[in-house]
């Protein structure tokens, strides 16, 4: 009787997990460009926390998304007669994300690269960067040349032209998945020798700081081009007719001139005759004054930080949503493993048993990327909400398991046993007699395991969902403010997490009198 019950428990939640995936699928669409004008919106892919000039949140009104490539994508999608709508995505990961169907389009300094062309389709180029080497300023031993970048500490972005040519020249290449400033602040602390970057980033990041200094000459050049999901090629040539009539009737060059960026070898790519930028570059005085002067704390307190509060706000509910419905998730499930390991038959025990060594053995990483981008490989397409969730709650199930187990296991067993002698069955004495004082014992580990999961939600941004640590990121890479900022999503980690904690407390102490008042 025993078994038969748990088992009962664990078919039913292997069959509601298993609803849920299917509610999350996806269904395929044969006609990409038919359906972008049908629903009046291109989603395009691209990751702010990358910083300026791609995609990033505007230093001065951060609420708003800006970028010349934000630019790029709101004309592509004027001329397709929809509107643009951004999707965030983590830039290593564009190309997955884009293969599951998360957008549209991936537009965001997607370099020309045939191993690029093996899982998408890229349109025709529509800029031309140079590799910029940048160094400190002054300093006789920085490399200046690509022969001198042997065994040299350089920094770059990982999966780049830049790192390529690193690779090539025998330099000792470090890598930076965050935003650029990293990679330049490195450079100044003495961390590198210097830096490669295309020369957008080092206009923008190398050239504004007084001590760097962006070295002449170029040590290759790459091209962006957009990238589109293999097999739309109805979509792709869409594009690049539109890309063409933006090149011919010279809005691609006032974007590029806007944000300081027009270029000779631009020029040629576009069959522009005038060569080097002539318009002026108001966008990028824009950005220079809005970070340039570094702001004393009580000028960011004054006039930046209240803006950040509305995306606060959001990164911090969806959070809180995520780890409620994971935890929803976690707890039925771990009460129904520990059950399963410790008084269900043979096969249930050992298949619990297997469950929480395997779950608490992976990273939690690894799970959400086997989930968000393994599952469609048997044909099921979750949504990032649910494949956040699902892997969240999947893994904290096997630590819920094992604070029950413990509890479980606290409990003398001659209480059990009398339980049985007084004629009560196993489920009656679980829940009146046993579950009440493991439940007291289970709970101080439950809440630190959920105040634990509500940091972990973090690792949801790589599934296009801009919490509160992703929400984070973006807004310092783009105000170049990581101590105050930083500070800030802290103390909204802390007051989201003490109100359970105080609960907890509050749980704990009502069920030590109640148990007293039993005994």
Same mark, same amino acid.
């Given at each position: 009787?025993?078994?038969?019950?748990?088992?009962? !428990?664990?078919? #039913?939640?292997?069959?509601?997990?298993?609803?849920?995936?299917?509610?999350?699928?996806?269904? =395929?669409?044969?006609?990409?460009?038919?359906?972008?004008?049908?629903?009046?919106?291109?989603?395009?892919?691209?990751?702010?926390?990358?910083?300026?000039?791609?995609?990033?949140?505007?230093?001065?009104?951060?609420?708003?998304?800006?970028?010349?490539?934000?630019?790029?994508?709101?004309?592509?999608?004027?001329?397709?007669?929809?509107?643009?709508? =951004?999707?965030?995505?983590?830039?290593?990961?564009?190309?997955?994300?884009?293969?599951?169907?998360?957008?549209?389009?991936?537009?965001?300094?997607?370099?020309?690269?045939?191993?690029?062309?093996?899982?998408?389709?890229?349109?025709?180029?529509?800029?031309?960067?140079?590799?910029?080497?940048?160094?400190?300023?002054?300093?006789?031993?920085?490399?200046?040349?690509?022969?001198?970048?042997?065994?040299?500490?350089?920094?770059?972005?990982?999966?780049?032209?830049?790192?390529?040519?690193?690779?090539?020249?025998?330099?000792?290449?470090?890598?930076?998945?965050?935003?650029?400033?990293?990679?330049?602040?490195?450079l100044l602390l003495g961390r590198t020798d210097a830096v490669l970057l295309d020369a957008p980033i080092s206009l923008y990041y190398g050239e504004i700081e007084p001590g760097l200094e962006t070295v002449p000459g170029a040590l290759g050049e790459v091209r962006y081009a957009i990238a589109v999901p293999l097999g739309d090629e109805t979509l792709?040539?869409?594009?690049?007719?539109?890309?063409?009539?933006?090149?011919?009737?010279?809005?691609?060059?006032?974007?590029?001139?806007?944000?300081?960026?027009?270029?000779?070898?631009?020029?040629?790519l576009l069959g522009d005759p005038h060569g080097e930028r002539a318009g002026v570059a108001e966008a990028l005085e824009a950005w220079r004054t809005a970070v340039g002067r570094p702001l004393s704390l009580r000028e960011r307190i004054r006039e930046r930080y209240p803006q950040t509060l509305g995306l606060f706000a959001r990164g911090a509910l969806?959070?809180?949503?995520?780890?409620?419905?994971?935890?929803?998730?976690?707890?039925?499930?771990?009460?129904?493993?520990?059950? #399963?390991?410790?008084?269900? =038959?043979?096969?249930?025990?050992?298949?619990?048993?297997?469950?929480?060594?395997?779950?608490?053995?992976?990273?939690?990483?690894?799970?959400?990327?086997?989930?968000?981008?393994?599952?469609?490989?048997?044909?099921?397409?979750?949504?990032?909400?649910?494949?956040?969730?699902?892997?969240?709650?999947?893994?904290?199930? #096997?630590?819920?398991?094992?604070?029950?187990?413990?509890?479980?296991?606290?409990?003398?067993?001659?209480?059990?046993?009398?339980?049985?002698?007084?004629?009560? =069955?196993?489920?009656?004495?679980?829940?009146?007699?046993?579950?009440?004082?493991?439940?007291?014992?289970?709970?101080?580990?439950?809440?630190?395991?959920?105040?634990?999961?509500?940091?972990?939600s973090s690792l949801v941004s790589l599934v296009t969902l801009t919490e509160l640590t992703k929400t984070y990121l973006n807004l310092a890479n783009a105000m170049r403010d990581h101590l105050g900022l930083g500070l800030m999503v802290a103390l909204w980690y802390l007051l989201i997490g003490l109100p359970f904690s105080w609960l907890a407390r509050?749980?704990?102490?009502?069920?030590?009198?109640? !148990?007293?008042?039993?005994?």
């Amino acid at each position: 009787m025993r078994g038969s019950a748990t088992a009962t !428990l664990i078919v #039913a939640m292997i069959g509601s997990l298993a609803a849920a995936a299917l509610a999350g699928a996806a269904e =395929p669409t044969a006609d990409a460009l038919a359906r972008i004008r049908s629903s009046g919106e291109l989603r395009w892919g691209a990751d702010a926390q990358g910083g300026a000039p791609y995609v990033f949140q505007d230093p001065m009104d951060p609420n708003h998304l800006i970028g010349f490539e934000v630019d790029v994508a709101a004309a592509l999608a004027a001329e397709l007669g929809v509107q643009a709508r =951004p999707v965030q995505g983590q830039w290593d990961l564009l190309l997955d994300l884009l293969g599951r169907g998360d957008f549209d389009i991936a537009l965001n300094g997607i370099e020309v690269a045939d191993e690029k062309q093996r899982v998408c389709a890229l349109t025709r180029p529509y800029y031309v960067a140079p590799e910029r080497l940048t160094v400190r300023r002054g300093d006789a031993a920085a490399p200046r040349s690509l022969a001198t970048l042997r065994a040299r500490r350089v920094g770059t972005l990982p999966g780049s032209l830049a790192e390529r040519i690193l690779t090539r020249a025998g330099a000792e290449v470090r890598t930076y998945d965050g935003g650029q400033n990293e990679i330049y602040a490195d450079l100044l602390l003495g961390r590198t020798d210097a830096v490669l970057l295309d020369a957008p980033i080092s206009l923008y990041y190398g050239e504004i700081e007084p001590g760097l200094e962006t070295v002449p000459g170029a040590l290759g050049e790459v091209r962006y081009a957009i990238a589109v999901p293999l097999g739309d090629e109805t979509l792709r040539a869409a594009l690049d007719t539109a890309l063409a009539r933006l090149a011919t009737d010279g809005r691609l060059r006032a974007i590029y001139e806007r944000w300081g960026l027009w270029n000779v070898e631009t020029a040629a790519l576009l069959g522009d005759p005038h060569g080097e930028r002539a318009g002026v570059a108001e966008a990028l005085e824009a950005w220079r004054t809005a970070v340039g002067r570094p702001l004393s704390l009580r000028e960011r307190i004054r006039e930046r930080y209240p803006q950040t509060l509305g995306l606060f706000a959001r990164g911090a509910l969806l959070t809180l949503a995520l780890s409620f419905v994971a935890m929803a998730l976690a707890v039925p499930l771990g009460v129904v493993l520990a059950l #399963a390991r410790k008084y269900g =038959p043979p096969p249930l025990r050992w298949l619990a048993i297997g469950y929480i060594e395997f779950v608490r053995g992976t990273p939690l990483l690894v799970q959400l990327i086997m989930l968000y981008f393994g599952l469609p490989e048997l044909g099921i397409t979750l949504d990032p909400f649910v494949a956040g969730a699902l892997a969240l709650g999947l893994n904290y199930a #096997a630590a819920e398991a094992e604070n029950y187990r413990a509890g479980l296991e606290s409990v003398p067993v001659g209480q059990l046993e009398a339980s049985w002698s007084l004629g009560l =069955p196993t489920w009656q004495a679980l829940r009146h007699v046993i579950g009440p004082q493991a439940v007291r014992i289970a709970i101080p580990p439950a809440t630190n395991d959920f105040i634990a999961l509500l940091k972990d939600s973090s690792l949801v941004s790589l599934v296009t969902l801009t919490e509160l640590t992703k929400t984070y990121l973006n807004l310092a890479n783009a105000m170049r403010d990581h101590l105050g900022l930083g500070l800030m999503v802290a103390l909204w980690y802390l007051l989201i997490g003490l109100p359970f904690s105080w609960l907890a407390r509050r749980a704990e102490a009502r069920l030590g009198r109640h !148990l007293r008042s039993v005994g």
